[in-house]
């Protein structure tokens, strides 16, 4: 008997396993066709249901936001493109919140081979063996995993908090800094605790208005929104133009 491939669930830090499927959009190969763009793939337990439903009306309401980050969405299920697009269909006639004749543009994956599900360990055996569970990657230009939610099947993702994730990783990457618990764009940031002794006298006779120091190994800038809005989309806007 010939014995199943045993994945590895890839971690932060991790280099996002490859893969080719078909999808609601076409074929795709992962992640090099989103060279030089943020990604955040998602997965569902399955198509029609309610929970499901909700999360993608929610996700494509979103989607222009997420597009002025420079960030592409795109989802999976164990389902076959014909339940995708079936459901898809199913949507445009659903009224939830203020949204009616919704058009899913994202792409849906079709692996109810549960390759690619395995490859991401998106599949909890003690929740489920045929179906994944509300798992989110957050994929970096470089085709690197930055950060991982996960959610039960039974509880809707917060997507105030999918975008917050985003934007605090590309704040990271854009100032340098670090983001404190609760942090939202405005909010101030945590910079770099000194490694030597010298740094360290320094930061503790600090005269810089704009940190606050709170302990030597505790200190916030201030990094307006306007700042942090104008980096961002300026430099998704640059990679549009290339």
């Known amino acids: 008997m010939q014995e199943d ?20 959009n076409g074929i795709v190969n992962f992640p090099s066709d989103y060279a030089g763009k943020w990604v955040i793939l998602f997965s569902h337990p399955a198509d029609f249901t309610p929970v499901c439903t909700t999360e993608f009306m929610t996700f494509q309401s979103m989607l ?20 995708h697009l079936a459901w898809i269909e199913a949507i445009k006639n659903l009224k939830y919140r203020d949204w009616s004749n919704m058009d899913i543009t994202f792409p849906i994956i079709d692996d109810m081979n549960m390759e690619v599900a395995k490859k991401y360990g998106m599949i909890h055996s003690h929740s489920s063996n045929n179906k994944t569970v509300r798992a989110v990657f957050f994929i970096d230009p470089n085709g690197i995993i930055r950060a991982i939610l996960y959610y039960p099947l039974t509880t809707g993702r917060n997507f105030d908090e999918i975008k917050r994730t985003l934007i605090a990783l590309q704040t990271t990457d854009a100032f340098g800094v670090a983001t404190p618990a609760d942090w939202q764009i405005g909010d101030e940031v945590v910079i770099s605790a000194p490694s030597t002794t010298e740094e360290l006298k320094k930061r503790l006779a600090n005269t810089n208005k704009d940190i606050d120091v709170k302990a030597w190994f505790l200190s916030l800038q201030k990094l307006p929104e306007k700042d942090i809005s104008e980096k961002l989309y300026k430099e998704s806007l640059n990679k549009k133009i290339k």
């Open 5 to 24: 491939t045993i994945f590895q669930m890839p971690l932060i830090g991790d280099k996002a396993p490859e893969f080719k499927a078909n999808t609601t």
């Open 64 to 83: 222009s936001d997420f597009k002025k980050l420079n960030t592409e969405i795109i989802g999976l299920s164990v389902g076959t493109l014909t339940g």
